[in-house]
């Protein structure tokens, strides 16, 4: 029943999603991209649609010198935690620079540090591999923070399967792919 | 688990609208002004871009990195010591809540891999992940190969080919000891480069 359904990802997420391992329950219970087709947050506006887009404050530690400016590390926290990123079309852009500013401070370095990057939410969730869905993005919001989502590694191999993580490698590299990114953007 | 969950509000809410503001308290008037129309300028500017966008993303920033000037083995050589001399340098949390220190047996993993390297195989670009490993990687648009070190003595690598930003062929292998030097698998491919 749909209904059951949508309640067990809501369950998710009520159970898990402060444990810092929040993907790894998703992966383990649904199906890839099942939870993406329900709202998992009472506090949020609905689950996010493929052509919103996404944004998310970046350090220089995330950043490398070329074109594809995001290292593909840099978005590790797809595997467990989840990787915060925020929903445009529910966040008014003109307080982008007051979030800029608390994110910064709360890391302790100049807020000409910070970077944005960009990426339509279709573009993560069509990242596969093998022709398998790689990614999730899931409605996380709270209270006081109804924008909020989390991207997550939905993909999962049978038990056993070697090299699990030289595939996953590729896939952070393909996630850093689709965000478009501005250096310094309040510098 | 958000990491910057504290900055959210829902729209109109005067409770968290002032927490927004107090991160203003050594600014100016004119300097919030400033940042304020600054980042919607940019925001804007972005979402237009990344809307206006009539080709697969993959195949845009495919374009890019193959066009992408190559730095010089002395300035790579810079650019790695004064990156791998800074991770031990992070604390707990520089990435969000949860994120680790650098490891140093991570680090000193990387760089005796490092110590290693062919000499005719071009110098990576280094990077940490919020678990505190080390990792080196290079990318050309067609060609990325990634190598992590885990800091229990082994690392493990891929390496994948690309043609207009699609992916041909994916290789490589884990738990390969950091003394047995580098995999033919990765290093073929990269004495190519």
Request: with cysteine.
């Given at each position: 029943m749909p209904t059951t359904v949508e309640l067990s990802c809501r369950d998710v997420e009520l159970k898990y999603g402060n444990s810092g391992c929040k993907c790894v329950h998703y992966r383990r219970l649904f199906a890839p991209g099942y939870c993406d087709g329900f709202s998992v947050s009472e506090h949020s506006p609905g689950m996010v649609e493929d052509d919103e887009t996404l944004y998310r404050f970046l350090l220089p530690e995330h950043l490398t010198d070329?074109?594809?400016a995001i290292r593909p590390d840099a978005f590790r926290a797809v595997e467990a935690l989840g990787l915060s990123v925020f929903r445009e079309r529910h966040v008014p852009?003109?307080?982008?620079?007051?979030?800029?500013?608390?994110?910064?401070k709360r890391r302790g370095v100049p807020l000409s540090d910070l970077s944005l990057a960009m990426a339509r939410?279709?573009?993560v969730r069509a990242i596969t591999l093998s022709g398998d869905k790689s990614y999730s993005v899931y409605d996380t919001a709270s209270e006081h923070s109804p924008a909020h989502a989390d991207v997550c590694r939905a993909?999962?191999?049978?038990?056993?399967?070697?090299?699990?993580?030289?595939?996953?490698?590729t896939l952070h590299r393909e996630l850093a792919r689709v965000f478009t990114v501005e250096r310094g953007f309040l510098g | 688990m958000s990491d910057i969950s504290?900055?959210?509000?829902?729209?109109?809410?005067?409770?968290l609208?002032?927490?927004?503001?107090?991160?203003?308290?050594?600014?100016?008037?004119?300097?919030i002004d400033r940042v304020r129309a600054k980042?919607?300028?940019?925001?804007?500017?972005?979402?237009?871009?990344?809307?206006?966008?009539?080709?697969?993303?993959?195949?845009?920033?495919?374009?890019?990195?193959a066009r992408a000037p190559r730095r010089t083995e002395s300035e790579m050589r810079d650019l790695l010591e004064s990156e791998l001399s800074r991770y031990p340098t992070l604390q707990r949390g520089w990435d969000g809540e949860f994120a680790k220190p650098a490891s140093p047996d991570s680090l000193?993993?990387?760089?005796?891999?490092?110590s290693l390297r062919p000499a005719d195989v071009p110098l990576p670009h280094p990077e940490l992940n919020s678990d505190g490993e080390t990792g080196f990687f290079w990318d050309t648009g067609d060609l990325f190969a990634g190598v992590t070190f885990e800091g229990d003595g082994t690392f493990y690598f891929a390496v994948c080919h690309y043609s207009r930003g699609k992916e041909t062929a994916r290789d490589g292998a884990e738990d390969c000891p950091v003394g047995s030097g580098w995999p033919d698998a990765l290093v073929g491919p990269l004495r190519k480069l």
């Open positions: 070329g074109p594809l852009l003109r307080e982008l620079g007051d979030r800029a500013r608390m994110y910064a939410c279709g573009d993909l999962t191999f049978p038990l056993g399967t070697p090299n699990q993580r030289v595939h996953f490698k | 504290y900055s959210a509000r829902a729209a109109g809410s005067p409770q609208s002032g927490s927004l503001e107090g991160s203003w308290q050594e600014h100016d008037a004119g300097e980042a919607q300028l940019v925001a804007e500017r972005m979402k237009s871009e990344i809307e206006a966008r009539t080709r697969p993303v993959q195949e845009i920033t495919h374009e890019l990195l000193r993993d990387a760089r005796r891999f490092l």
